[in-house]
């Protein structure tokens, strides 16, 4: 008997990539398996469209966008199936490839996450034979990217992470190291996962049989505000989760501070954002790290990760405006002088310099000083408007870091309250047990 299989496919406002993505799963020559739609709150009329056309497919509908990672968790945590294969909605997978990524789980039994080969729509160019996380910042690497297909990536192969866009988990996984991380909105949460199952000894491995067309970015535009800024927070809380404290205060936190340096705008305010929600969600962060790991992180590592942070949230913000020590070069270099004429030629130099000043008195500075002192003076007026530029956006930094501060102390404490309310709740059942055991003791003789 073949195992179960459960297909799910997140969906958020991609009924244009549906028909596609949906006849290519339903076309599939697997035959154990179930399909679900898990839409995140849709307003495109999705949902309707996948009862009315593909009325074989179970539609579950989420009241609000959880994300990739808590939409997909709505799925697996009811899952009865042996395994689960995950389909973004602008992805059509070949014939084979459910049949092709099982077999590989029937083939080694510590396979836990399969992976398939993705290619732009229409072609053999390869988008992604497995993915890698570039240290020390965390970047992500595709495998094979823009390769057109010549049979190089033909074994199957152990891999960092495979793409969220298409791949498969074995249910038995999910009970060994949980659910994704709905912390990860979107992007790192396929990364997480492959992460902790790779560390509690499971293989994640690419199936080069087994491909997709995936047309990458339909929900997220590729280099939009949302999309740098999403990469980029989820990235921070990949690499706070992950990577040792040591790693992060010696490698990374360099690291990024040469990478801010050589930013777009953009890129940027995306950085500095990413670093502000990390900083205001690092005592939850380090909280799932505590969970998953069993390792207990020190009040010294934690002030030293949320410094480093800090200090890149300052850089971000600084980045761009002149300092002082700038402002006064640009406005000595503002105010134009006249300078004298020189001649270096020997015995006669001061007498041609002497006559070109003369002729110049005559002939040019009736017109050039008029000339010159406008210029000095739109000069002055730009450089003003220049410094009370930089003293403005100085006032909204300084602002805003006071209230990253006051955020931060909240955060913090909101975060011990709810330890302490979860401590108090945890003794008051059992205070409950203790209540009724004593209640079901039978009365004395």
């Given at each position: 008997m073949n195992p179960t299989v459960t297909c799910i496919v997140l969906n958020w406002n991609s009924r244009d990539f549906l028909e596609d993505c949906l006849s290519s799963l339903l076309a599939s020559d697997y035959d154990d398996a179930e399909y679900v739609v898990i839409d995140n709150a849709s307003t495109d009329g999705s949902v309707e469209f996948v009862s009315q056309r593909f009325p074989s497919v179970k539609v579950i509908r989420n009241e609000t966008n959880l994300g990739f990672a808590g939409g997909n968790n709505v799925g697996l945590q009811e899952l009865a199936s042996d395994f689960a294969v995950l389909i973004n909605p602008d992805a059509i997978v070949n014939t084979g490839l459910v049949s092709d990524l099982v077999g590989s789980f029937r083939a080694d039994d510590q396979i836990g996450i399969a992976?398939?080969?993705?290619?732009?729509?229409?072609?053999?160019?390869?988008?992604?034979?497995?993915?890698?996380i570039e240290y020390p910042r965390g970047a992500p690497g595709h495998i094979g990217l823009d390769e057109l297909d010549e049979g190089q990536y033909e074994q199957l192969a152990d891999v960092e992470y495979v793409t969220g866009a298409v791949f498969?988990?074995?249910?038995?996984?999910?009970?060994?190291?949980?659910?994704?991380?709905?912390?990860?909105?979107?992007?790192?949460?396929?990364?997480?996962?492959?992460?902790r199952a790779r560390k509690a000894g499971y293989r994640v491995v690419l199936i080069p049989s087994a491909g997709a067309e995936h047309i990458e970015s339909a929900v997220a535009r590729k280099g939009s505000r949302f999309f740098h800024n999403q990469l980029h927070t989820s990235r921070w809380r990949y690499l706070v989760k992950h990577y040792?404290?040591?790693?992060?205060?010696?490698?990374?936190?360099?690291?990024?501070?040469i990478w801010l340096s050589k930013l777009?705008?953009?890129?940027?305010?995306?950085?500095?954002?990413?670093?502000?929600?990390?900083?205001?969600?690092?005592?939850?962060?380090?909280?799932?790290r505590e969970m998953e790991t069993k390792e207990r992180i020190s009040e010294s590592q934690r002030a030293a990760v949320k410094e480093g942070l800090d200090d890149l949230r300052i850089a971000a913000l600084n980045q761009g405006i002149p300092t002082a020590e700038e402002l006064a070069r640009i406005s000595d270099l503002a105010d134009i002088h006249e300078k004298p004429f020189r001649?270096?030629?020997?015995?006669?130099?001061?007498?041609?310099?002497?006559l070109r000043d003369i002729w110049s008195n005559v002939a040019a500075k009736p017109f050039v000083r008029p000339l010159l002192n406008?210029?000095?003076?739109?000069?002055?007026?730009?450089?003003e408007r220049l410094a009370y530029s930089v003293e403005q956006r100085s006032e909204k930094r300084q602002t805003q870091l006071e209230r990253d501060r006051l955020l931060s102390g909240l955060a913090t404490d909101m975060h011990r309250l709810n330890k302490t309310v979860t401590r108090l709740s945890s003794r008051l059942d059992q205070l409950d047990r203790v209540n009724l055991d004593e209640?079901?003791?039978?009365?004395?003789h």
């Amino acid at each position: 008997m073949n195992p179960t299989v459960t297909c799910i496919v997140l969906n958020w406002n991609s009924r244009d990539f549906l028909e596609d993505c949906l006849s290519s799963l339903l076309a599939s020559d697997y035959d154990d398996a179930e399909y679900v739609v898990i839409d995140n709150a849709s307003t495109d009329g999705s949902v309707e469209f996948v009862s009315q056309r593909f009325p074989s497919v179970k539609v579950i509908r989420n009241e609000t966008n959880l994300g990739f990672a808590g939409g997909n968790n709505v799925g697996l945590q009811e899952l009865a199936s042996d395994f689960a294969v995950l389909i973004n909605p602008d992805a059509i997978v070949n014939t084979g490839l459910v049949s092709d990524l099982v077999g590989s789980f029937r083939a080694d039994d510590q396979i836990g996450i399969a992976g398939c080969k993705t290619y732009y729509p229409g072609s053999k160019r390869i988008q992604h034979a497995g993915g890698y996380i570039e240290y020390p910042r965390g970047a992500p690497g595709h495998i094979g990217l823009d390769e057109l297909d010549e049979g190089q990536y033909e074994q199957l192969a152990d891999v960092e992470y495979v793409t969220g866009a298409v791949f498969a988990i074995r249910r038995r996984l999910l009970d060994d190291v949980g659910l994704f991380d709905p912390g990860y909105f979107l992007y790192y949460e396929e990364a997480d996962l492959c992460f902790r199952a790779r560390k509690a000894g499971y293989r994640v491995v690419l199936i080069p049989s087994a491909g997709a067309e995936h047309i990458e970015s339909a929900v997220a535009r590729k280099g939009s505000r949302f999309f740098h800024n999403q990469l980029h927070t989820s990235r921070w809380r990949y690499l706070v989760k992950h990577y040792s404290v040591e790693g992060l205060i010696e490698d990374t936190f360099p690291a990024e501070r040469i990478w801010l340096s050589k930013l777009d705008p953009v890129v940027r305010s995306a950085a500095s954002y990413a670093y502000r929600n990390t900083i205001l969600n690092l005592p939850s962060i380090l909280a799932w790290r505590e969970m998953e790991t069993k390792e207990r992180i020190s009040e010294s590592q934690r002030a030293a990760v949320k410094e480093g942070l800090d200090d890149l949230r300052i850089a971000a913000l600084n980045q761009g405006i002149p300092t002082a020590e700038e402002l006064a070069r640009i406005s000595d270099l503002a105010d134009i002088h006249e300078k004298p004429f020189r001649s270096n030629l020997p015995i006669i130099g001061s007498v041609v310099a002497g006559l070109r000043d003369i002729w110049s008195n005559v002939a040019a500075k009736p017109f050039v000083r008029p000339l010159l002192n406008q210029q000095k003076a739109v000069n002055r007026g730009n450089i003003e408007r220049l410094a009370y530029s930089v003293e403005q956006r100085s006032e909204k930094r300084q602002t805003q870091l006071e209230r990253d501060r006051l955020l931060s102390g909240l955060a913090t404490d909101m975060h011990r309250l709810n330890k302490t309310v979860t401590r108090l709740s945890s003794r008051l059942d059992q205070l409950d047990r203790v209540n009724l055991d004593e209640d079901d003791d039978p009365a004395p003789h």
